[in-house]
């Protein structure tokens, strides 16, 4: 059995390329089905799911009106 | 089996091999988490100068801490807040304290922050770096830096924002700036963090 030199660089450079492509895939969330995750950890808590309204709605606040968010917990 | 390459086949061997090299290095830097974070700046708690104005909470739990140049602002009866505008009344420096409303924690600090900014005033926000165990002047704290675009007049802005732990109570201090001044405005921003005072 031979191999010409070709088709042994052929064959590296498809194998380097499928291995890239997997990688990249699997960084982009691919549409197949995920194991569950080997170790659990605590999620971190969401915060309060009451948005003040915009355009001065609720407060005065400058984050209402566009102007830098304060570090109300939107309460 | 043994195969013998010859001369020029070494040479194409190591091409592919380089080639090969340069694209598992690509990928890697192009995953998510490839390349390192921004480390946080350091935060040094220390007394404010003296000229400093000092604004306390109403509830009495910390006190925030800016030089004149910032005026006093209008806001939440239980918070306090200070800015310097510019013309048309835009902020270049906005510092805010208000006590912890919320379910944050300081092991989860910075992904409640962005969480709020996007739910409530932002279109989108990055996280810059974060950083926990911040000894503050009487309390530890979280701080996040991320830097937001609001969706009223699409302003961009770059922040501090810290949940700190004093002896009784939390308060979250944020200290921010429009990200074009990001660079210049930062070392003050993080004098006036560094001198809030938790209770």
Not at chain 1, 26 to 33: D, L, V, Y
Not at chain 1, 41 to 46: E, I, N, S, V
Not at chain 2, 19 to 45: E, Y
Not at chain 2, 132 to 150: M, N
Request: glycine share 10%.
């Amino acid at each position: 059995m031979s191999f010409t030199l070709g088709r042994w660089a052929a064959g590296v450079a498809l194998l380097t390329a499928l291995a890239a492509g997997c990688g990249t895939a699997a960084a982009g969330h691919s549409s197949g089905p995920k194991p569950p995750p080997a170790t659990t950890h605590p999620a971190a808590p969401a915060h309060t799911a009451n948005p003040i309204p915009q355009h001065n709605g609720g407060d005065q606040d400058p984050d209402n009106n566009g102007g830098p968010s304060d570090g109300d917990g939107n309460i | 089996m043994t195969i013998h390459l010859p001369r020029r086949g070494k040479y194409a061997l190591a091409v592919v091999a380089a080639s090969a090299a340069i694209i598992v290095t690509v990928v890697a830097f192009a995953r998510p988490g490839g390349p390192p974070r921004r480390s946080f700046p350091p935060l040094v708690a220390a007394a404010a100068p003296a000229g400093w104005i000092h604004a306390e909470l109403p509830n009495g739990t910390a006190v925030l801490s800016y030089p004149p140049s910032l005026r006093p602002l209008a806001g939440d009866k239980d918070a306090v807040s200070a800015a310097r505008r510019g013309p048309g009344g835009t902020f270049q420096l906005y510092l805010n304290a208000t006590p912890r409303q919320g379910t944050e924690t300081l092991a989860h600090w910075a992904a409640f922050r962005l969480g709020l900014l996007r739910d409530d005033d932002a279109a989108t926000a990055h996280q810059d770096a974060a950083v926990q165990g911040v000894k503050f002047r009487g309390g530890t704290g979280s701080c996040v830096i991320d830097d937001y675009i609001t969706r009223i007049g699409a302003h961009h802005f770059q922040e501090i924002a810290c949940l700190v732990q004093g002896r009784t109570s939390a308060s979250v201090v944020v200290a921010a700036a429009p990200a074009a001044q990001w660079a210049r405005a930062r070392p003050l921003l993080l004098r006036e963090i560094g001198a809030y005072v938790a209770r």
